[in-house]
Structure formats: C-alpha cells, structure tokens
C-alpha cells in the first residue's frame, strides 16, 4: 500500500518510472536499506545504485512521486527528482564539485592527525606530556573530522538502522573514550608516561595506554578513503557527463522562404520538428536532420567514435551534437529532445549505469546483513579476550579493530564503478551497452549470426562490373546506360548513374519511357538507348550475344542483378549491380573468430549468392533462402543445438531475431526498432565494432568479478586477523580505506580501453 506523505513540490504521478536522485548514502548498505523500503509498497518495483546515487523506481497508478520522496525520506536519507540546470555550465569548479567540502575537512584532519600518528609510533619524540598535546590535537579530529560518520550513525540509529557509519563511529567513539578513560582515571596522564607503538596488541594492555593516533588516524584514513571513492565516482561518470554536454546550446533557424529568409538564433530546447536550421563552419549540428542544402564534411567522432569526417549533402541525414568541419548547411530538423539520437544513446548508458549485475545483487544482500554480523563479530571478540584473561584495554581494542575494518564498502562499489567506466568508455567509442545483464551474455556466446544486407554488405546498390559486348569500349556502355537510368527513381538506375557521374557529367536524355519491372528506354546523343532486362531488349527486337548472355547468368548466380544494354537495335554490354561487401567485413569476422566465435552468415538470398559473399569474409557456415520472418526461427535452430547465439543486424525485420538471440547486436545506421530489441549498439554502423563491444563487455566483467573477489577476500581474511590481534586500529582503518580505493581504481583501468577498429 502506497505511504502517506508530506507535501512536495510535485503532483501525484498516473504511474511509470521515475529516477530519483539520492543524498546522504555513505555505503552499501544505505542503497539496500532504500531499495528493501521502496519495495515494500504494493506495485513498486525499485534499484538503488550507490556509485551513481541514484534510484530507478517502477511504480503504479496508486502511488505518486511524493509518496516515494517521502518514504526514502522517512528511512533517513533526501531525495530529489532529476532537475536540468544549464545554469550550472557557469558554475564555479569548486561549486561544481561536491567533493569540495570533503576535501576541506580531509585536509585539516590530517593536518591535526599526523602529529598525532608520529608521536605514538616514535616513543624518542614523545616529550613531557605529549599526551596531552596528542588530545588537543586529536579532539577536533575525531568530533569534526568524523561528524560526518557520527551523524549518518545517529541518523540511522533513529530510524532503528546500523550502517558502515555505526561502525566507524563506534570504533573511533570508543577508541576516543578510552583514551579519555586512561587519561584523566588511569595513569595514561601522569607526566612522562610513555609507550611504544605496535602494529599488534598485547594481551597486558592495560589503563596506562591511550589510543588516540588510533582515533585520530582512523578518522583520516576514513576520510581519505572517501574523498578518493568520491573522486574516482565522479571521474567514473565522466564520459557520460561529456556525452550530455555534447549538444549545442543554441540554433539559428530560418525564418521565411526562398530570399526573403532570415536567421533567428534560440535555445536549442525551442526547437521543433519541421524547422530549418542554419550550420556554419565549425559549428555543432543543433540536432537530428536532414541535408537540405549545402554540402560539407560532418566530424561525428564525439558522437560514433569515427576519426573520418564523412562527406554528406542535399537529402543525407545528419546527427545532432556532430561537427561541421566544412561548408555552409541548412538542415530540417527531423528528432528533437529526447528522440535524438544523442539522448537516446546518454539514456541506454545512464540506464546500464544504474543496473545491476545478478553477482552484485548476491553482494547487496551480503552488505545488507554484514553490519549487524559484524557488531555481533566484535562482541564475541571482546568476550573471547576478556574470558582467556586478556586485560580489558587489549579486549576492547581488538572489538575496535573488528569493527573498524570490517566496512563492506568495496563490495557495494565493485559492480557499479565498472559498469560506469565500461559503459562511459564504451560511449565514447560509440559502443553502447544496454544493461549489466548483458556483460554475462557476452561471456557465454560461442556464435555470432551475421545479418547479410547493411551488417554484411553496405545494404545500396552499388555498379559491381561492366561487360562490354565485343568492341564496345566499356566507359561508353556506361555512359549512354547512365544518362537514360539518370532519369529514374529506382535503386539499380541510382546506382548506374552515381557510377557513371563520379568519372563524368552524364549527357542530356530525351524522351524518356520506363516499363514497370523491366527497363527504361530514351535517346541520348541521338542513339535510341535501351537499358533493362533481357525481355525488354528481346521487346525491342534484340538480341544478347552468349558472351553476354553468360554474363547475365554468371551475376544472377551470385545474387547481383544485371541489366541490359542497347542501342540503335545493337545489344553493347551488361551492367552488374550488387549489394557490396564492406571494406572491413573481412577483418571484423577474423576478429570475432579470434574471440573463440564461430561466424554464420544469414541471408534471403539464394544458396550460391551466399556462398560468395560468405566466402569474401571468411565465413564457412551459411543459412540462406530465409525470409524476413523466418529469422527468428533461424536464431532458435542453432540455439536448440546447443549454441549460445549472438545476432548482428540493423533492420526491422531483424529485431524479433534480435531479441530472440541471447546477445543483440544492433547496428546504429539501422532502424530503430532493430535498436531497441537489441542488447548492444554499433553506432558506428561498422561491423568491426561487434568484436569491439564484445571485448569491452568481457573486460568490464572481468573487471566486476576481479573487484568482487578482492571485496569478499578482503573481509574474510581482515575480520580474523583483527579478532586475533594482529591489526591495530589505526592499520585497520587504513587497510579498509585502501580496499574501496583498490576497487574503484581497478576500475577506472577501464578508461586505457582501445578499439581495433
């Protein structure tokens, strides 16, 4: 049932899902304790991610936004929805970043806590009552260096809850306390008392030591440890912030038509579909278009990962947040605000950002439990001291050290700090992974199912080959062929006349006629030119020779259409038109196959087309002859052999295939409904980046399970050692600071990812 809540700036929600930005969590266990009381509503379904400080919540008509504001607010933490302040672009640095004030506190904590530290481990320096300099010194560090554990911990403590801060703020508490203790009622304060500092205890510690560097130092190598996790988190997230600032700020768009147009410039927010933009040298493109005038190179590095400016003009397409490296362009915008591609693809990272791997959900339920395990850890290590005849000062400093050491911070950081870096990296080279549950799909498959048409082949029609009749010279065939097909729509005619006009200017035709399904037929230079399939030559009374006619057959064979050519009643050559293969298909399928992935090409085509496609790019096995929506069939035959299959393709009817296959990989040129049934997008459209993403996954995997294993290492061998004695405080704190920095810095290795393509 849905919480009552307070009023909030904000109105009831018909259901959906919000994200919610999250303060106040310090470890682990808060994220846990957040999710488990969201969960509790009827109909909420919610993530919290501690790395991002974010939760994703799914819920029903029933309950509203307010009401989860409130109830993560009850549960002794803030949240607030999402708010886009271009505001903050001018920003000061240190009031951009929130580890300002960390940093701060850092800085005078250790400036106080090194004295401190040095005195006790140099018993040759500890002069007529340095211990009691050691307090004043100490005091500040411990209440004020530490406020932020000791408030989180009384936070909690109101609301019932234990978290890593109960931890620390027992352990430094009690640390402190002591000292107090054997100061002012032992004899830790008679002057000239000294004592030598060791990395274990000993079990006839007694009144006569004070544990203040413990105290003191702890409360630093906390703070330090958290200063450098809020750094590394912030770097971690980075790529994705970059990604968000690609976009341009502002948009001259065109007012009026023809001569009496005018430019206008407005936030890019104001613009809509439909309207015209202006795109000078060096300019960002405001959003997603298409080319109505003008014709430049476009940098979409920032947005593909593509070092190559790619040349477009009247009727290309353009994204938003690319660079205009060239000429002037007017674009019509087509998407706008979150349909653009640049939204989109900040969207599916943000959301594998703030998933979570099943191994870490194992490693959340642990973090859950371990506080309340570990206080009742110390406890028992107490009564174990005090009941073998241990004094009581070395009894309570190794409950201390348990408790100290015993944070589970590393495992809450080990998936989310990977997946932050692995799928910002992957952003940026234009790899984007849909979620972490796809990390262990990609581990698994042993095929990769290759989609012929635009994954494959370049997916246009493109002149393949001329063959000139006997005598004829080849450039006139085409020529002649062109100037005719110049004048039609269809994509074999396109692609004749984009051949012959790259070499040459095409001559003028005249009385054009097309034959629906045949041919088109018109005169050129005063040559009656037909240009078409063998019927509609044989319509017009001619005649292929067999060298001809062979050829026709030789290209039908291989799955390429050939065309006819002819003039003054004179059949003069042939024309093949194929779908070609990509440059780099060949070396993308020698990559995958050294993934340990057995390459299959599909295609509608028939089996020999296949053949010579496949046999171009080095594939063995093909599955040919398959309609549009007998793909899916196809993904199940070889995933009911056995096979853990993994699908390349970039149409619509590639996607029930997609989403059929255990691993989808679409390719961003395609549509985007193939985009969406996928598990991973190519943006680039290149099919070298399939072998790439799937690197990047398994490396971020890699990554996840290696942060894991270290996590739960660290505690099952620390706790013991500390029970028995053989860590101190302060070596405790230390160790447990370094274990959550290991974690995120073994992360960020991530970032030195490179693509071979």
């Known amino acids: 049932m849905a919480t009552d809540a307070p009023s909030h700036a904000g109105h009831p929600d018909p259901g959906g899902s919000v994200e919610l930005v999250i303060g106040g969590m310090t470890c682990a266990s808060c994220a846990t304790r957040i999710e488990k009381k969201l969960n509790k509503i009827d109909g909420v379904t919610a993530t919290v991610n501690y790395a991002t400080e974010k939760a994703r919540v799914s819920f029903p008509a029933t309950v509203s936004t307010d009401d989860l504001l409130a109830t993560v607010e009850r549960t002794g933490y803030t949240a607030t929805l999402p708010v886009v302040d271009r505001s903050d672009d001018e920003a000061t640095p240190d009031a951009a970043d929130p580890t300002a004030v960390l940093r701060h506190r850092l800085l005078v904590s250790v400036a106080l806590a090194l004295p401190v530290v040095v005195l006790a481990m140099v018993p040759a320096w500890q002069f007529r009552n340095w ?8 005091a500040p560090v411990v209440v004020w260096g530490g406020w ?20 620390v703020s027992v352990g430094t ?22 004592h030598p500092f060791r990395f274990t205890l000993e079990r006839t510690d007694g009144a006569g030591n004070i ?16 200063y450098a996790e809020a750094r590394a988190k912030r770097a971690s997230g ?60 476009v940098d979409a590095s920032m947005v593909t990962g593509e070092s190559v400016p790619v040349e477009v003009g009247p009727g290309d397409a353009v994204v938003g947040a690319t660079l205009n490296a060239g000429g002037r362009l007017v674009v019509r915008a087509t998407r706008v605000g979150a349909d653009t591609q640049l939204a989109q693809m900040a969207t599916l990272v943000e959301d594998a950002q703030n998933g979570k791997a099943q191994v870490q959900r194992l490693a959340d339920r642990v973090s859950g439990v371990f506080v309340p395990v570990v206080i009742l850890l110390a406890a028992a290590t107490l009564g174990f001291w ?3 005849g241990a004094g009581w000062t070395a009894a309570f400093t190794a409950a201390v050290a348990v408790l100290i050491i015993a944070c589970p911070c590393a495992l809450g950081l080990a998936t989310p700090t990977a997946l932050m870096v692995g799928t910002g990296r992957g952003a940026q080279l234009g790899l984007l992974i849909r979620g972490p549950e796809v990390l262990e799909s990609t581990r698994q498959v042993d095929t990769v199912l ?3 048409t635009g994954t494959v082949t370049t997916g246009r029609m493109s002149l393949a080959v001329v063959v000139p009749a006997p005598g004829e010279d080849a450039a006139v065939v085409l020529r002649l062929a062109a100037a005719v097909e110049d004048a039609s729509e269809h994509p074999v005619a396109r692609a004749v006349a984009d051949a012959a006009r790259a070499t040459a200017p095409l001559p003028a035709a005249s009385g054009f006629a097309s034959t629906a399904g045949l041919g088109v037929a018109g005169t050129v230079e005063g040559h009656a030119v037909v240009v078409g399939r063998p019927r509609l030559l044989a319509d017009w009374s001619v005649t292929l020779p067999d060298e001809l006619q062979d050829a026709v057959s030789a290209a039908q064979s291989r799955g390429a259409t050939a065309v006819a050519v002819a003039w003054d009643g004179v059949a003069r050559g042939v024309l093949v038109v194929a779908d070609t293969v990509k440059p780099s298909s060949a070396h993308a399928v020698a990559q995958l196959r050294a993934l340990g992935l057995h390459p299959v090409l599909l295609t509608g085509d028939n089996e020999a087309a296949a053949r010579s496609v496949a046999a171009q790019v ?11 929506q007998e793909k899916v069939h196809a993904v199940q035959r070889l995933q009911s052999q056995g096979r853990v299959v993994a699908m390349v393709g970039d149409g619509v009817n590639d996607a029930a295939a997609l989403a059929q296959a255990d691993l989808g990989l679409a390719m961003g040129t395609g549509s985007d409904v193939a985009i969406q049934a996928s598990d991973l997008t190519l943006v680039r459209g290149d099919l070298r980046s399939a072998p790439d993403a799937i690197r990047l996954a398994r490396r971020t995997l890699g990554i996840i399970r290696g942060n894991l294993f270290w996590a739960f290492a660290y505690n099952v061998a620390a706790i013991p050692l500390a029970a028995m004695g053989l860590l101190s405080p302060m070596i405790a704190g230390g160790a447990m600071a370094l274990s959550s920095v290991f974690v995120v810095t073994n992360s960020l290795r991530l970032r030195g990812f490179r693509a071979t393509s």
């Open 173 to 194: 508490l009690a640390a402190f306390g002591w000292s107090l203790y054997a100061l002012f009622l032992g004899t830790a304060g008679e002057p000239g008392m000294t």
């Open 211 to 226: 544990y203040l560097e413990a105290a003191a130092g702890v409360t630093a190598f906390l703070l330090a440890g958290r």
């Open 618 to 628: 080095g594939i063995d096995e093909v599955v040919a002859d398959v309609l549009p």
């Open 131 to 138: 211990q009691w300099a050691s307090l004043v010194l100490a």
């Open 238 to 297: 980075a790529a994705l912030r970059a990604l968000l600032e690609l976009g341009a700020k502002d948009v001259a768009v065109l007012r009026g038509d023809g001569d009496d147009a005018r430019e206008e410039r407005i936030p890019v927010e104001q613009l809509t579909v439909g309207l015209r933009f202006v795109v000078r040298p060096g300019e960002k493109i405001a959003t997603d278009g298409t080319v109505e005038s003008g014709s430049s190179a």
């Open 386 to 388: 005090v009941g073998t």
């Open 450 to 452: 290759l989609d012929k």
């Open 148 to 167: 932020p554990f000791h408030r989180a911990a009384w936070t909690n403590l109101r609301h019932g809850q234990t978290t890593m801060d109960t931890l």
